[in-house]
């Protein structure tokens, strides 16, 4: 095997994913597909009631994770709790990998932040936003091992977004296919 491919057993780091509620399904095909990688997620539902669980339950969360994706999609919108997270994140420390979609106004902690913008109706876009996790990852201060893991759920989320606009294109009968290299 060699030195540079994935074992599960090499990654241990754990991941806080701040999302909207209405993102839940994205989020828990997320969450399965890197614990497939070995990396642990916690992805809070956004129904917890008092403010006291956000600092019982959520927060310790945070402070054990390596970093800290924020989903903010189009269907879903930032939140109250998502700002409280992200601020709290920020305190911490942690690394925020933050994905944007286009036309989505960020707001509260996500407004001055630099942040991965992504139209999940474009294939190119979807593609070009690696690059832009990779640029991210670069920038990153800490550990390879977080910054690994930030590659990664970065990777896998997009992905997913990938595949999902396969499907409704599939859906809809139409195929935009992109050549590749040998393919005519």
Same mark, same amino acid.
Request: glycine share 6%; proline share 4%; hydrophobic share 35%.
């Given at each position: &095997? ?17 999302? #909207? ?10 969450? #399965?597909? /890197? #614990?497939? =990688? @070995? ?36 269907? @879903? ?6 700002? $409280? ?16 979609? =286009? @036309? ?5 902690? /996500? ?8 139209? $999940? $109706?474009? !294939? ?9 996790? &990779? ?9 390879? +091992?977080?910054? !690994?893991?930030?590659?990664?759920? @970065? ?6 977004? /990938? /595949?999902?606009?396969? $499907?409704?294109?599939?859906? &809809?009968? =139409?195929? +935009?296919? &992109?050549?590749?290299?040998? =393919?005519?």
């Amino acid at each position: &095997m060699d030195e540079h491919d994935l074992r599960a057993d090499d990654l241990n780091h754990k991941i806080f994913i701040s999302h #909207s509620a209405k993102d839940q399904a994205l989020i828990y095909d997320l969450a #399965s597909e /890197l #614990s497939k =990688k @070995g990396i642990e997620v916690f992805a809070p539902r956004f129904e917890l009631a008092p403010e006291s669980d956000l600092r019982d339950r959520v927060f310790p969360q945070i402070d054990e994770a390596s970093c800290v994706l924020a989903i903010f999609l189009s269907d @879903g919108e930032s939140s109250q709790w998502g700002d $409280r997270e992200l601020e709290y994140a920020h305190n911490a420390g942690k690394p925020i990998i933050p994905f944007v979609e =286009k @036309g989505l106004r960020p707001t509260g902690f /996500l407004k001055a932040e630099e942040y991965i913008c992504i139209d $999940r $109706r474009s !294939r190119r876009s979807i593609l070009d936003s690696i690059y832009s996790v &990779m640029k991210y990852v670069e920038k990153l201060e800490g550990d390879e +091992e977080t910054k !690994r893991n930030v590659m990664i759920a @970065g990777s896998v989320f997009l992905a997913l977004l /990938l /595949l999902n606009h396969e $499907r409704q294109l599939s859906e &809809m009968g =139409k195929d +935009e296919s &992109m050549p590749y290299p040998g =393919k005519r």
